[in-house]
């Protein structure tokens, strides 16, 4: 898998950020300098991952291998870059046990990767529901799952324009953690759904209360 550009690209996108910024890191000091570990995300904007790249894995000197829908492996100039970047693709909804298993070979062989667990953008920048396919990955890998919140990229997907508003973009990543380990054996539903939830939730404390969605805590009123 070449990943010649992943670097370059970020660099590129480091720049970027630094005009429609500003953009910060905070909780860098969470992100793995060595070993697999499975990097998740909020999903707001097209560029996210290349943005979530040069937040994570470009500061430590590292590939992070996105994991992204098919159809852009098609896209001109973009999935051609994709390629060389490292990425490789799923085919959303059919559960790809081909991208399972790729997923899987780069985390034993110590490599990052990154997915975001919604499987699509999210209209409004508030959480939707995850999906089971990266709570079924760390628990049958066993690695450290980096959650990180990505805020002041929702409302830049209405327009083009939005991205020179010089609105704050805030990268915050969070401590690891890990799911049970369970390398074989029949995952139930039930077993899916509370590792899924455990990483949504992850990610929305990661986030203002306006972007947590589904997974907002409301809390508990004290009686009068």
């Known amino acids: 898998m070449k990943t010649?550009?992943?670097?370059?690209?970020?660099?590129?996108?480091?720049?970027?950020?630094?005009?429609?910024?500003?953009?910060?890191?905070e909780g860098a000091e969470h992100l793995p300098r060595s070993g697999p570990a499975i990097i998740i995300a909020n999903h707001c904007s097209l560029m996210d991952p290349p943005m979530l790249g040069w937040a994570t894995g470009h500061q430590v000197g590292r590939v992070v291998h996105f994991m992204a829908k098919v159809e852009?492996?098609?896209?001109?100039?973009?999935?051609?870059?994709?390629r060389n970047a490292g990425v490789f693709f799923v085919r959303r909804g059919e559960g790809d046990r081909a991208a399972q298993r790729v997923a899987l070979e780069h985390l034993a062989e110590g490599r990052l990767i990154g997915i975001f667990p919604e499987g699509t953008r999210n209209p409004d920048g508030a959480l939707i529901e995850g999906k089971p396919g990266v709570a079924l990955l760390a628990m049958r890998a066993g690695v450290p799952i980096i959650p990180v919140g990505i805020t002041g990229t929702a409302r830049r997907r209405r327009g083009p324009l939005r991205w020179l508003s010089r609105e704050p973009i805030t990268f915050h990543v969070g401590e690891p953690f890990r799911l049970v380990y369970q390398p074989s054996g029949r995952l139930d539903r039930a077993e899916l759904e509370r590792g899924t939830d455990m990483l949504m939730r992850a990610i929305a404390t990661l986030l203002p209360e306006a972007q947590q969605g589904v997974y907002r805590v409301t809390p508990i009123q004290s009686e009068p």
């Open 4 to 25: 010649w550009f992943y670097h370059p690209g970020a660099t590129i996108i480091g720049a970027l950020l630094w005009f429609v910024g500003p953009a910060r890191i």
């Open 72 to 82: 852009m492996r098609r896209w001109p100039v973009i999935g051609w870059l994709a």
